[in-house]
């Protein structure tokens, strides 16, 4: 019997695992469905995907402190999955209530959960948009600034669009949209540490609404092309800036997500 409740969007295919709504299961929230849960449970035999999930979300926290820290104060969060506890606005918000968050996705129930979760919050939005659309995107995105520095999250998404769709030129539209001081945070899934489990997690995502594409160190550096690299460099999500060792933990390989942050010159 399909798990269908009152904030599931009509039209939505409960049945055909969504990404969004994996990871939501992964982080331990409840916007999913028996399909999600089943997918995800079917990764965990091949791939460390709580771990992988769990530290993505740790570098989002740590990435927000680090702009906010460095006078950032407007968001823009492509591909932002189903709001859970400490979301960027959350985060943003403990820095300076002050702060803009637009949260963008297609998955519609990320999207309606989003709306009820912000409908008081006048600092922050949710639109229903893809990011292969920049200027869609941007467009909805009226509630930030766009002549003033925003930083551009880009965080366990890009793996979700193929070569075919160009996921650099897509950055590159993005970042010339951006004004000077401007930020993009990007993490993504790589073959480079775990490469027969990274293939067999890839089969798992091509019964989902989302096949993935992992890619190498020098694919991922590509899309911050023009940008100033931050300190630590391209490194695994664990690595970028921790707070403490046990954030990097023993094997920060686990975590098959690579991170970088770059700053528009």
């Not at 449970?41 to 927000?64: F, Q, T």
């Amino acid at each position: 019997m399909v798990d269908r409740v009152e904030w599931v969007p009509e039209g939505v295919d409960v049945e055909l695992p969504s990404s969004a709504r994996i990871y939501d299961y992964l982080l331990g929230g409840g916007h999913n469905f028996a399909a999600d849960r089943r997918t995800a449970e079917e990764l965990i035999k091949v791939l460390p995907v709580r771990d992988m999930a769990r530290l993505n979300r740790a570098y989002l926290r740590r990435v927000v402190i680090e702009l906010a820290g460095l006078g950032v104060r407007q968001f823009l969060d492509l591909g932002s999955g189903i709001p859970t506890v400490g979301n960027v606005h959350e985060v943003a918000h403990e820095a300076d209530p002050s702060c803009r968050v637009v949260y963008v996705d297609f998955e519609r129930v990320a999207i309606t959960h989003a709306e009820l979760l912000l409908a008081d919050n006048p600092n922050a939005t949710a639109v229903l948009a893809d990011l292969r659309e920049p200027e869609d995107v941007l467009a909805k995105a009226s509630l930030l600034d766009f002549s003033e520095p925003v930083g551009l999250l880009a965080v366990g998404v890009l793996q979700f669009i193929p070569d075919s769709d160009d996921p650099w030129g897509l950055l590159a539209r993005y970042r010339d949209a951006l004004s000077p001081g401007s930020y993009l945070a990007l993490s993504h899934f790589t073959p480079d540490r775990m490469p027969e489990a990274m293939a067999a997690g890839k089969d798992v995502f091509r019964s989902t609404a989302e096949p993935i594409t992992p890619r190498t160190a020098a694919e991922v550096l590509r899309m911050v092309d023009g940008l100033e690299i931050l300190e630590p460099g391209l490194v695994m999500t664990p690595e970028w800036r921790p707070e403490t060792p046990d954030e990097v933990g023993d094997d920060p390989n686990r975590a098959n997500l690579y991170a970088v942050v770059g700053r528009k010159p």
